[in-house]
Each structure stands twice: as C-alpha cells, then as structure tokens.
C-alpha cells in the first residue's frame, strides 16, 4: 500500500490543477509548483533514505512516514490557498515518495527468493493503480474530496502495516538473531522450517559486515564509476522523455489538444493503459534483456512524442486539419506508455537493483534515485512554461529530442545484465574499450 500511497501522489496534480482554476485563479507559476513541487520533496528526501532505514528500521520509518503524509493531505483538502496548495504537495511529495524506497527495500527483505521478482513488480503495480485511482475520484469528485479520500490512504496504510514485523535481515543486522528468527517465522508460518533460510541470512550479514567500503575507495574503481554513470544516466533519459509531464498535466493536456472526448476520460484511459502495461512488463524484462527493451523504448517514444508535437503544430496553424487526426494524442498518448512502461520505465530500475555490488548499493541507488526526482521536478516545473512560450508542438518535440539522445546514450553506454551474474557485470564494467 505504500507504493499506492505514493501513486495518489503522483496522480493528483492531473485532475487537481484544472478544479483549482474554478476556485482560485491560477497563474503559469502557480500552476508549475504545484504540479512540480512534489517532485523536489522527492528529491530532497532521497539522499538520505538508505541512512534513516539503516538507523530507524525498515518497519518504523514506514510507520513514521504516514502520519505526515496524511497531514499533508489535510492541508490540501481544508485550505483554498495557493502557498498552502504548494506546501502540502511539498509534504506529500516528501514523505510519498519515501515509501517508494523503503516499499521496496522491505519487499526485497521478507520475501523468499522464488516471488522476490513478483512482489517488486506488485509495488510498481500498485504505485500506478495509485495514480489510476486518483484520476477516478478526481473525475467523479470534487477538490476536497478527492485530497480527502487520498489522505484516507495513508491512515489506512499505518491501520495494516502497524501489524507487520521488522524484516529479519534488518534484526539480524542489529545482532538481534531471537527477534529475527521470530520474524521470519511470523512471516512464513508457523509450521515452516525456516532454519536453512535463517542460517542464510547470517551467511550473507556476516559477509556485508567484513566488506565496510569507503566512498573514496569505491571511486577508484572503474566499474563502480561506470556502473553510477550508466545508473544515473539512464534515470536522466527516462525522465528527460516527459513522462512525469505526462502524468502529472495529462487533463490539461488533452483539453489543450481539444480532444472530442471528456479530457477526463482521456486521462483515466492513460492510467489503465500505464497499469497495465506495469502488469505486463514483468514478463517482458526477462524475457528480451533490459538494453534491447531500452532501445525500443526510446525509439517508441521519440515517434509518438514527436507525433504529439506534430498534432499541437496542426491544431496551431490548421485547426480545420487537425479535426481530421483528433485521434493522434491519445493513441499516440497511450502507445508512448506502454513502450515507456515496458522499457525505460521498467528496465531503468532493474538495472539500477543489479549493476552495483551489495556494499555500494545503497549509496549508489540513493544518489540515482535523487537524480531521477530532481529532473522529474526539473520537467514538470519547466513544462507549463515551455507550452506558455514556446507553444505545444515544440515542448513535446524538445522532449522527442531527449528521448532519441536517450537511445543513443543506451546504444553506446549501456551493458546488457540479464542473464549475467553480479561477478560477471563487474568485470564487463571493468573492462577498457
């Protein structure tokens, strides 16, 4: 449910934005931090996750984390005010997007190795069902509403969660071998014989403890160098594309397109298609290899981008043509997520999760995740005025541009790891071209 939690989060902005013009008038910069704002929080909130997990636990911070994100929501609902708007997406965005890497690192840790894959994509699945669902209430509801059934999320969340165990690696990492062997029982069963797992785990601990790296240390390593330039780069190609503009404007959107359907509509559509698309992509990354997948990711999205940009062109200099394609944003729309979805979307985190040894993960997955946030603000705070000044067509071609930059970064840069051990992923980075 943290992964939900998250998707209201980021589902919000796309109804909200319109309704808040029927309540208070809305400037473009009034309009760009309240779309974006939640991205900074985001951000700001990344750096910092591996060391509040490690010091507070997996299950307390996840606990922690509800408390303010419903305050947040609270804010929002009750008060009509733009800097208080801003400030509760801020709080939303700050505590919301945490779950997105305390969700993960918890699923990771209780799971057994045989449905570790499965439930990471559950929390993926989750997070755009989150979105989907805010697309739906703010179709159907009003403002208040809509913030009011989103702040429900997260007490619904703390009710659930508050019954749940610590992760037994966390407590053994804490040389709390009786409350972890109690966990994980907890956790499959109390008929299961759970001590072959258990002396795993202690095998895998004691082998993280005698390998204590130092930053400086891991910077004189090619590979680690190579592996955080591919990690970062492949975020900055992924949000570079526009998807978070996508997400988070897309009424706006389609009502400048002047779509013959309810703009509404047309987002909960793209919704459904991103969540189903998130569904299917667990079995199309194994199956084709994350670079390939890639490839065709960015080559999709560059063509539908670009034929969005073409659609605004039309509509800009030849209305009575652009009655004749009508149908190009959505469907263009919609096959941009479903190849982003299947690729760059799925594929960028994957590879972040296999091309760092265990000892450096933590670091080098917060600091691509800080880049990923940091440019999905960069794009949805620079994406109202981009269509202010420089019109429609050229916003979504600038975004085309950046996704064929991204295929041709993925084509030179990118190292295929499905199908290869963590030793093999290594010497390939280590290896002088």
């Known amino acids: ?84 708007y801003i400030a509760g997406r801020f709080i939303t965005g700050l505590f919301g997007a945490a779950y997105s890497v305390a969700g993960p690192v918890y699923n990771g840790e209780i799971a ?34 809509l913030s009011c059934v989103c702040s429900a999320i997260p007490v619904l969340f703390f009710v659930v969660f508050y019954f749940m165990p610590e992760t037994p690696l966390y407590l053994l990492m804490k040389n709390k071998r009786e409350e972890a062997k109690k966990s994980l029982q907890w956790l499959r069963g109390k008929h299961y014989n ?23 240390d891991v910077l004189k390593s090619r590979a680690a160098i190579r592996g955080l330039i591919i990690s970062a780069g492949v975020m900055m190609c992924q949000q570079l594309s526009g ?41 199309v990354v194994d199956r084709f290899g994350r670079r390939r997948l890639l490839l065709m990711s960015h080559v999709c999205t560059t063509i539908c981008l670009a034929s969005l940009g073409y659609y ?49 993960k933590g670091m080098a997955g917060s600091f691509s995740a800080f880049v990923n946030w940091f440019l999905a603000f960069v794009v949805t705070v620079s994406f109202p005025y981009m269509v202010n000044d420089l019109g429609s067509a050229w916003a979504f071609w600038i975004f085309s541009m950046f996704s064929f930059l991204g295929l041709l970064f993925v084509w030179f840069c990118v190292i295929e790891t499905k199908g290869k051990t963590l030793e093999e992923i290594q010497k390939e980075l280590s290896k002088t071209k």
Request: charged share 15%; glycine share 10%.
């Open 1 to 84: 449910m943290g992964g939900f939690a998250m998707g209201t989060v980021l589902g919000w902005s796309a109804p909200a934005v319109e309704k808040i013009k029927e309540i208070v008038p809305l400037t473009k910069n009034d309009i760009s931090w309240i779309g974006s704002i939640a991205n900074l929080g985001g951000a700001l909130v990344m750096l910092p996750m591996a060391l509040i997990l490690d010091r507070l636990g997996r299950r307390v911070t996840m606990l922690g984390l509800a408390p303010p994100l419903f305050g947040g929501w609270l804010l929002i609902a009750l008060f009509s005010k733009v800097p208080i």
């Open 112 to 145: 057994q190795k045989e449905i570790r894959g499965t439930l990471g994509v559950f929390y993926q699945l989750f997070l755009c069902a989150g979105i989907l669902f805010s697309y739906i209430v703010g179709y159907v509801a009003d403002l208040t509403t």
């Open 194 to 216: 759970i001590e072959s797992e258990l002396n795993n785990l202690e095998d895998f601990v004691r082998e993280t403890k005698m390998k204590n790296v130092k930053l400086k």
């Open 243 to 283: 998807i978070k503009a996508v997400v988070f404007y897309a009424v706006t959107i389609f009502k400048d397109a002047g779509s013959t359907l309810d703009p509404y509509i047309c987002t909960i559509i793209v919704g459904a298609v991103l969540t189903g698309a998130t569904g299917v992509s667990a079995f």
């Open 312 to 360: 605004f062109y039309v509509k800009e200099h030849n209305p009575d043509q652009a009655t004749g394609i009508g149908w190009l944003p959505l469907s263009s729309m919609c096959i941009y997520l479903i190849t982003y979805t299947m690729g760059s979307g799925a594929c960028s985190w994957v590879i972040l999760g296999e091309i760092f040894p265990n000892e450096i």
